[in-house]
């Protein structure tokens, strides 16, 4: 049986791992939106870093006993339908969607790492998506004043 205290590790991680499979998707949904543009490559880029962190933390709910999520649950459905929304009304609306999704994500990320419930080995996969959720919201902050 497992202690009280993996259980938590494993749900606080599954947690992150529903927002990354969220933006995941919701990428997509921007990914369709620009189709031929500049932002592009950029984007695609964000889409693969979020893949990779799902990846990881999947992994990381495997090592510690957990058994992670298969998909976004209803973060990612209310995601979706932000990020459509925004579609409809412009690049900058979809890029703002965007690094409201980011923000929110590394906000996410530093309240995991303030709880103070996560083995060492987790919270220092933690500490290296802080960089990248921070690189996101500069550069869609820059997309946003060239669109």
């Given at each position: 049986?497992?202690?009280?205290?993996?259980?938590?590790d494993?749900?606080?991680?599954?947690?992150?791992?529903?927002?990354?499979?969220?933006?995941?998707?919701?990428?997509?949904?921007?990914?369709?939106?620009?189709?031929?543009?500049?932002?592009?490559?950029?984007?695609?880029?964000?889409?693969?870093?979020?893949?990779?962190?799902?990846?990881?933390?999947?992994?990381?709910?495997?090592?510690?006993?957990?058994?992670?999520?298969?998909?976004?649950?209803?973060?990612?459905?209310?995601?979706?339908?932000?990020?459509?929304?925004?579609?409809?009304?412009?690049?900058t609306?979809?890029?703002?969607?965007?690094?409201?999704?980011?923000?929110?994500?590394?906000?996410?990320?530093?309240?995991?790492?303030?709880?103070?419930?996560?083995?060492?080995?987790?919270?220092?996969?933690?500490?290296?998506?802080?960089?990248?959720?921070?690189?996101?919201?500069?550069?869609?902050?820059?997309?946003?004043t060239?669109?």
């Amino acid at each position: 049986m497992q202690s009280t205290e993996t259980l938590t590790d494993t749900s606080v991680l599954d947690s992150l791992l529903r927002g990354e499979m969220s933006a995941v998707e919701t990428y997509r949904q921007a990914i369709d939106k620009f189709a031929g543009e500049p932002q592009i490559d950029q984007l695609r880029g964000f889409q693969r870093d979020h893949r990779d962190a799902a990846d990881k933390l999947w992994h990381h709910i495997e090592k510690h006993g957990g058994k992670p999520s298969k998909d976004s649950g209803a973060w990612g459905a209310f995601a979706k339908a932000v990020t459509g929304s925004a579609k409809l009304f412009g690049d900058t609306a979809a890029l703002k969607a965007l690094k409201e999704g980011e923000e929110h994500g590394l906000k996410e990320y530093q309240d995991a790492l303030e709880g103070g419930k996560l083995p060492a080995d987790c919270r220092e996969l933690i500490q290296g998506f802080l960089g990248k959720q921070r690189q996101h919201i500069e550069v869609i902050d820059r997309l946003m004043t060239t669109t």
